[in-house]
């Protein structure tokens, strides 16, 4: 693959969950490679919005995050669904010390669902369950197990992180741009079988189906 | 000269895509101007999505079909200017799931008079997180010319 092979995939990803359950830390965390923890709480506003740039590991591509980061506060709770329009991905985040975080995760789903629609289910694609603020072992009131047993009802993937720690924030958000990718992968297969065009090309085909375009399209474009 | 039943959308007529806003190389633009439904463009994630459709001289479009999976709602705008500027809104229409295959659009016109040099596509919603397109064919024929045109040259 030359220089100009470089695929860059986009995806709006919505961080959820109750308020003060430490989204906006992961995210800025996260946006700023663990140089900007949030030591005072602010609420955040309607949903605040970064990009950040994941590249896929041994291949040429990246994904870049849409990441909006939405309030919690109930008082934003009627623009929650038009917020969660057109997401391809989510972190679904609670607050390890706090219960009602942990109960509420199953609403927060819900809102998921009802924006995906009922009739395709892979509409908002990959997402992720988010356990935070690990480091306050002494106030912990969920374990890792109970997380664990969560995201299996749910379907989701099991994370937990401390922001505060700068431990393994950055894994969600990882694992989410790689999910993505892989849908991608997966959409390209079904375009491929509606037009028609078989599946598996050999190595040395595709790379000559990349050279002749490039160089038609040399002088058009 | 070519005639009206011909597509006007082939690179190998002299059209070209003047814009788009994603590109995955491996599958490029001009494969929706290549006439052949096996190949084609996807986008890479996020809507809205475009695609600038530059024909080689001036058309009176008298219809436009697209092969695409996935696509949700299309909008159309076309320029007469040389350069693709100052588009008009030609139409904006929702599009059913094609499910298992393709979707074969064919865009409302409601004027009588459709002369366009450049016609804009837009996917603003999609039935799923990316689209294919896999055939842009534009129909129509070179515009008579203007009824002031003969008047002024005899003078």
């Known amino acids: 693959m030359t220089i100009t092979g470089k695929l860059v995939l986009r995806t709006k990803c919505v961080v959820l969950g109750n308020s003060g359950a430490g989204k906006s830390a992961i995210v800025q965390m996260f946006h700023s490679d663990g140089a900007q923890y949030p030591k005072t709480y602010a609420m955040t506003i309607h949903c605040d919005v970064c990009v950040k740039v994941v590249n896929i590991p041994d291949t040429n591509v990246s994904v870049e995050l849409f990441i909006h980061d939405l309030a919690g506060y109930d008082a934003f709770q009627e623009y929650w669904p038009r917020y969660l329009d057109g997401a391809t991905s989510f972190l679904l985040v609670y607050d390890v010390t706090n219960v009602e975080s942990f109960k509420a995760t199953s609403k927060w789903l819900h809102l998921v669902q009802k924006a995906r629609g009922a009739k395709d289910k892979d509409a908002i694609g990959p997402g992720v369950l988010v356990a935070t603020k690990i480091d306050q072992t002494l106030r912990r009131a969920i374990t890792t197990k109970q997380g664990e047993e969560l995201a299996k009802a749910l379907g989701l993937m099991y994370f937990e992180c401390s922001a505060a720690g700068n431990t393994d924030v950055d894994a969600p958000f990882y694992y989410v741009s790689s999910a993505f990718y892989d849908l991608y992968e997966e959409n390209l297969k079904n375009v491929r079988r509606i037009a028609g065009v078989p599946d598996e090309q050999p190595a040395t085909s595709l790379a000559l189906d990349k050279l002749k375009p490039r160089q038609q399209s040399g002088d058009s474009l | ?155």
């Open chain 2, 1 to 155: 000269m070519p005639s009206a039943h011909e597509n006007r959308a082939l690179a190998s007529a002299g059209a070209k895509i003047s814009m788009v806003t994603s590109s995955d190389t491996s599958h490029p633009v001009d494969n929706m101007i290549d006439g052949n439904t096996k190949s084609f463009w996807m986008t890479t994630g996020l809507f809205p999505q475009e695609i600038i459709v530059s024909l080689p001289t001036l058309i009176s479009i008298t219809k436009i079909i697209i092969t695409s999976t996935k696509v949700a709602h299309w909008t159309a705008d076309i320029s007469m200017n040389e350069k693709p500027n100052h588009f008009e809104r030609l139409t904006a229409q929702d599009v059913d799931d094609g499910d298992q295959g393709f979707q074969l659009v064919t865009l409302n016109l409601p004027k009588s008079d459709n002369t366009a040099r450049h016609i804009r596509l837009g996917i603003t919603k999609g039935h799923g997180p990316f689209v294919s397109i896999h055939k842009i064919a534009v129909y129509g024929n070179e515009p008579t010319v203007p009824a002031t045109g003969p008047a002024a040259t005899e003078e």
